[in-house]
Nanobody, 124 residues
Framework: QLVESGGGSVQQGGSLNVSCLAS????????????MGWFRQAPGQEREGVAH???????NYASSVKGRFTISKDNDRNILYLEMSELKPEDTATYYC?????????????????WGLGTQVTVS
């Protein structure tokens, strides 16, 4: 189970952090063993990948957020983070946390089979 939190409203140029608590992994598995990612979807638009972090900590970012967003994870607490700064109105979307799992779409070399319900981020 993936549960996002931390969304909200912020003015252009501001910062916001969102988190994702992961639970229900098979015993012995943590974020240390999985690739994770953040995606977003704005009304009327397709879902897009925002950032990805591999099991070994390597990261990838969409070009539109590179240099402004930072993805990180706490393997011990099973929490995934997305720090967002210099926010723009075009960053407004529902942000989804996703975890490695069979059957999901492959993005940045990771099959994202598990998804949270999302958290809204609005930049005005």
């Amino acid at each position: 189970q993936l549960v996002e939190s931390g969304g909200g409203s912020v003015q252009q140029g501001g910062s916001l952090n969102v988190s994702c608590l992961a639970s229900g992994f098979t015993s012995g598995l943590t974020l240390e063993t999985k690739c994770m990612g953040w995606f977003r979807q704005a009304p009327g638009q397709e879902r897009e990948g925002v950032a990805h972090i591999a099991a070994d900590g390597r990261t990838n970012y969409a070009s539109s957020v590179k240099g402004r967003f930072t993805i990180s994870k706490d393997n011990d607490r099973n929490i995934l983070y997305l720090e967002m700064s210099e926010l723009k109105p075009e960053d407004t979307a529902t942000y989804y946390c996703a975890s490695e799992g069979a059957g999901g779409p492959w993005v940045w070399g990771c099959p994202f089979g598990y998804w949270g319900l999302g958290t809204q981020v609005t930049v005005s």
